[in-house]
Every structure is written in structure tokens, then in C-alpha cells.
């Protein structure tokens, strides 16, 4: 199965350059994809298969996953059964702003 190209001008809010939402399994068509941003998930409910890079992954409710911009990757039900997790889907632009204001914070709190 070909992989399909997953834009960060489509899948990302543009003036933020991240994007957050709440997917349940049987709701969301799932397909191999890749992307030019990155992913951070959390599994909140149920079990499900990710893979990653032809490498396949079981995961569990409390589960924390981040995916590089370029990984190939797919989530797929175990047997059927219903999986819901959080999607945190951020530009690298995202992190240096994220890293910056961080550093503001800690000077002001610190002086």
C-alpha cells in the first residue's frame, strides 16, 4: 500500500502552525500516511495497532507516541475493537515559538 501525503497547510491551523483533535476509531477512515509535521497522541481509551515504518506497535489506553515528520505511519483496531486518542499535530516552527516563550517565562520568573 502506497502511502499518502499528508500536507501541514491542510492538517494544521496556519497562523499557529499546530493543530489538536480528539479521533475515535469509528469515526476516522484510517490510512498509511506521512506528513511534514510532527504528532503527539495519547491513547485515552481501548487498544489499537500503530505502525510505524513497516515496524507494527500494540498500544494501550495511557500511551504516549510521537511520530517524526516523514514517518510512515497507520493505526489500525485490534480485532475490532473501539480506540479513541488525543492528536497534537505541530510544525517545527511551532517548537522554536513553544521554546522561546518558555525561555521568557523562566527569565521573567527568574529576575
Same mark, same amino acid.
Given at each position: @500500500?502506497? #502511502? #499518502?501525503? =499528508?500536507?501541514? $497547510?491542510?492538517?494544521?491551523?496556519?497562523?499557529?502552525? %499546530?493543530?489538536?483533535?480528539?479521533?475515535?476509531?469509528?469515526?476516522?477512515?484510517?490510512?498509511? !500516511? =506521512?506528513?511534514?509535521? =510532527?504528532?503527539?497522541?495519547?491513547?485515552?481509551?481501548?487498544?489499537?495497532? !500503530?505502525?510505524?515504518? $513497516?515496524?507494527?506497535?500494540?498500544?494501550?489506553?495511557?500511551? /504516549?507516541?510521537?511520530?517524526? $515528520?516523514?514517518?510512515? !505511519? /497507520? =493505526?489500525?483496531?485490534?480485532?475490532?475493537?473501539?480506540?479513541?486518542?488525543?492528536? /497534537? #499535530?505541530? %510544525?517545527?516552527?511551532? /517548537?522554536?515559538? @513553544?521554546?522561546?516563550? @518558555? @525561555?521568557?517565562?523562566?527569565?521573567?520568573?527568574?529576575?
Amino acid at each position: @500500500m502506497e #502511502a #499518502a501525503f =499528508y500536507s501541514r $497547510d491542510i492538517y494544521t491551523d496556519l497562523p499557529t502552525q %499546530c493543530q489538536y483533535r480528539y479521533v475515535r476509531s469509528d469515526t476516522e477512515p484510517f490510512r498509511l !500516511h =506521512y506528513h511534514d509535521y =510532527y504528532e503527539i497522541f495519547l491513547v485515552t481509551k481501548g487498544r489499537c495497532s !500503530h505502525t510505524v515504518n $513497516d515496524t507494527e506497535y500494540f498500544l494501550e489506553e495511557g500511551q /504516549l507516541v510521537f511520530i517524526r $515528520d516523514r514517518d510512515a !505511519h /497507520l =493505526y489500525r483496531s485490534i480485532n475490532g475493537e473501539y480506540f479513541e486518542f488525543i492528536n /497534537l #499535530a505541530f %510544525c517545527f516552527i511551532w /517548537l522554536i515559538r @513553544m521554546g522561546q516563550s @518558555m @525561555m521568557t517565562i523562566l527569565i521573567r520568573t527568574l529576575c
